[in-house]
């Protein structure tokens, strides 16, 4: 029993083969895929709710207007149902197969499992300079906020449902540093993280600005470690 949570925001053309894939591979599970809709200015709404027609494990929620990935993200994963739950990219840059290795883990013991494309075992497929930047930001990233995580930003992150309701009332970053202040929550209440080797592949399209939004990061895992210096686990 699983809930997958897609963010969506402008992906009518990448997200239909995303839901066919996982739909198809999902087939005979009990399981739900929640797209929310990130105020979306293209087809998005249509074309999940034509779908979902088809597949009835697909639902819709639509935010009235664009606040970004982590919002959409923390909306869907607050509305799951099924005890495990998590995330995935709406371009389907992880093969949805990849989801098997993340529940094993959880079924191991782990309270959260991560994708990583930074592992020796990760399969990769992207260019010189985006590995690069995202190497340098992710030592920065250890550096200051969350050290021992190889890969903090990769869009395929699964948690038990009550680990992730522990770290849910302190989320509070809407847009793509979400990721790094739930790693961090995750480590003050000492849930543990189990972080997976994933093949991924750089689609085109990314809604991502890597010079504008890698600085915006920067200033918002300085702001976690601040926010969130007196949570600690029970």
């Known amino acids: 029993m699983i809930s997958i949570v897609i963010p969506a925001f402008n992906e009518a053309l990448r997200l239909p083969p995303t839901l066919l894939l996982a739909t198809d591979y999902l087939e005979g599970r009990e399981y739900e895929i929640i797209v929310v809709d990130d105020g979306s200015s293209d087809q ?7 779908m979902s027609k088809l597949r009835p494990n697909i639902r819709l929620i639509s935010l009235s207007k664009n606040q970004g990935k982590g919002k959409a993200v923390r909306t869907g994963l ?7 739950l998590g995330f995935i ?3 389907g840059a992880t093969p949805i197969e990849e989801i098997d290795k993340l529940i094993k883990s959880l079924n191991d013991g782990a309270d959260i ?12 497929e992207t260019l010189i300079h985006r590995r690069a930047l995202g190497r340098v930001f ?4 250890n550096l200051i906020s969350v050290p021992g995580i190889a890969d903090t930003q990769c869009g395929f992150k699964f948690f038990k449902k009550e680990a992730f309701q522990k770290i849910y009332p302190f989320l509070t970053c809407d847009r793509f540093g979400f990721d790094v202040e739930i790693l961090l929550l995750a ?6 993280i189990s972080e997976v080797p994933i093949s991924w592949t750089n689609i085109p399209g990314s809604k991502v600005n890597l010079l504008t939004d890698s600085t915006q990061m920067l200033f918002d895992i300085i702001r976690f470690r601040w926010m969130h210096r007196k949570v600690a686990s029970k």
Do not use: Y
């Open 187 to 192: 480590q003050k209440l000492k849930l543990k």
């Open 89 to 91: 990219d709406a371009d």
């Open 138 to 141: 992710n030592f920065f990233v």
């Open 44 to 50: 998005t709404v249509e074309v999940v709710l034509k």
């Open 113 to 124: 499992a991560i994708g990583s494309r930074a592992l020796k075992e990760s399969k990769v």
């Open 78 to 84: 607050n509305e799951a149902k099924f005890p495990i």
